[in-house]
């Protein structure tokens, strides 16, 4: 699976934007980008994949390049509850089998902490 | 609350001694996954079952961990002969074979002293 780098910390004020960037330089032309956040003490939690079109679910968008080398994550309207670690993972298709199986591997992410 | 569930969610033991943890998937996921995650990091892959098969386990399985899951529901992962650097978050996700994400339940610490 190709390597995400994020930045370690960002901060966000409740009810602005957070955009959150993921660099994905040597990702391949079948791997998707995925995003997961974790709040503390519990486990990680989907928000949204995309493969090169940008995708927008109830949570968040997702803007990926046109060269697929690095997307955002958008939380258009980022409440206290936003503040987690959001993780950026690049994985192939699901039913991919071989050694990937389809697990998933983290980096470190980026911690978000949105602010009254 | 994901539907997967995790027993115990919290474990402190004596260095030396074996632990078991499980997990109850939803319902309808054939695929299981285990993830370790240390304080500070990122989960990381232990080991995937599809079904009832074992078929990826991480070179971080040493000989003291293995995983189980009988009739392609629930599993088990057991550490025997416990380490202070077991200490961890034990991690359960599971999916459908085509689907997209993974559900993860709320993890087991574990705390060895």
């Known amino acids: 699976d190709a390597k995400t780098t994020q930045p370690p910390s960002m901060d966000c004020a409740e009810g602005r934007a957070a955009n959150l960037p993921c660099n994905h330089s040597?990702?391949?032309?079948?791997?998707?980008v995925y995003w997961y956040r974790q709040i503390h003490s519990q486990g990680p939690q989907y928000i949204i994949h995309g493969l090169k079109n940008n995708e927008t679910n109830e949570m968040a968008s997702l803007i990926i390049t046109e060269d697929r080398k690095s997307s955002t994550l958008i939380l258009p309207h980022a409440t206290l509850r936003d503040t987690a670690v959001y993780y950026c993972?690049?994985?192939?298709?699901?039913?991919?089998?071989?050694?990937?199986?389809?697990?998933?591997?983290f980096g470190q992410g980026t911690i978000l902490t949105v602010h009254p | 609350d994901t539907g997967v569930s995790q027993d115990p969610r919290h474990k402190i033991t004596k260095r030396g001694q074996n632990v078991t943890f499980r997990c109850d998937p939803i319902s309808e996921h054939n695929r299981l996954y285990w993830y370790r995650q240390t304080l500070g990091q990122g989960p990381e892959f232990l080991t995937y079952f599809q079904n009832e098969a074992q078929l990826e386990k991480s070179r971080l399985l040493s000989d003291r961990f293995s995983a189980e899951r009988p009739k392609g529901s629930f599993s088990t992962l057991e550490i025997q002969r416990t380490e202070q650097g077991d200490s961890a978050m034990y991690l359960c996700a599971t999916s459908r074979d085509t689907a997209y994400e993974q559900y993860f339940g709320p993890g087991t610490r574990l705390t060895v002293t």
């Open positions: 040597t990702i391949s032309g079948n791997e998707y």
């Open positions: 993972i690049v994985r192939g298709p699901p039913g991919a089998g071989g050694t990937s199986y389809g697990k998933l591997t």
